[in-house]
Each structure stands twice: as C-alpha cells, then as structure tokens.
C-alpha cells in the first residue's frame, strides 16, 4: 500500500527557514519521482519541486529558496524552504505519480499525481 506522510509544519517568523519530510512507505524511492506542492487558502495546488532517481525540477517561482532532497536509505524526500515569506503560508503536500525514474514533462501538473500524503500546515508570520 502506497503511503505518503508528510511533517515539519510549523509557525514560522518571515526570514526563517524550514525543512519539510516525507516519509514513503509501500514502495522505494529508488524507482519512484516525488513532488512537493502547495496550497494557499482560497488557491489552487501549486507545483513547486520534484526529485526523482535521474532529474530533478523546480518551479520558476520556486528558484532560490526551495530546495528538494531524498535520502532512499530512509526512504524519504525533504523540501527545505530558506527566507520564508508571509505568502509561504500554506499546507505543503508530497506525492507521487506511481513507478517512475523521473519526474516528466508535465509535473507540475497535480492531475499527474495518483498519490497524495495529507498535507503539512506551514504559517509564516510577519
């Protein structure tokens, strides 16, 4: 079974930095691409970052600040976020797409994604 769990949400100071996990279970890193999305209130799910066995991609928006790992041994991706930013504040997700080496043209796009984790609350105070 498929599992994504998500952690580090935090109430942060606007300038800090956090470091996001997601901890898969029923399936490797090895073969699968992981990405990180966000969701503001009143938005839509944003792309940010992806990470998979052969590629790596990020968001235009997210150039600079984000940063996204995995560590396969303990079978899990990070997402760290430097200089945070009161329009940060949203709930960050993880997911993946199913058996993949790489991340694909449309990732970006939350309609590729077949599994989700349920998402970690981050709020960047001014």
């Known amino acids: 079974q498929v599992q994504l769990v998500e952690s580090g949400a935090g109430l942060v100071q606007s300038g800090g930095s956090l470091r996001l996990s997601c901890v898969v279970s029923?399936?490797?890193?090895?073969?699968?691409?992981i990405a990180w999305f966000r969701q503001a209130p009143g938005k839509g799910r944003e792309g940010i970052a992806c990470?998979?066995?052969?590629?790596?991609k990020y968001a235009d928006a997210a150039e600079g600040r984000f940063f996204i790992s995995r560590d396969t041994m303990q079978n899990t991706a990070y997402l760290r976020i430097y200089n945070l930013k009161p329009e940060d504040t949203a709930v960050y997700y993880c997911?993946?797409?199913?058996?993949?080496?790489?991340?694909?043209?449309?990732?970006?796009?939350?309609?590729?994604?077949?599994?989700w984790g349920q998402g970690t609350q981050v709020t960047v105070s001014s």
């Open positions: 997911a993946t797409r199913g058996p993949s080496t790489h991340c694909g043209p449309r990732w970006l796009s939350d309609n590729e994604y077949d599994y």
């Open positions: 029923g399936f490797t890193l090895d073969n699968y691409a």
């Open positions: 990470i998979g066995a052969i590629d790596g």
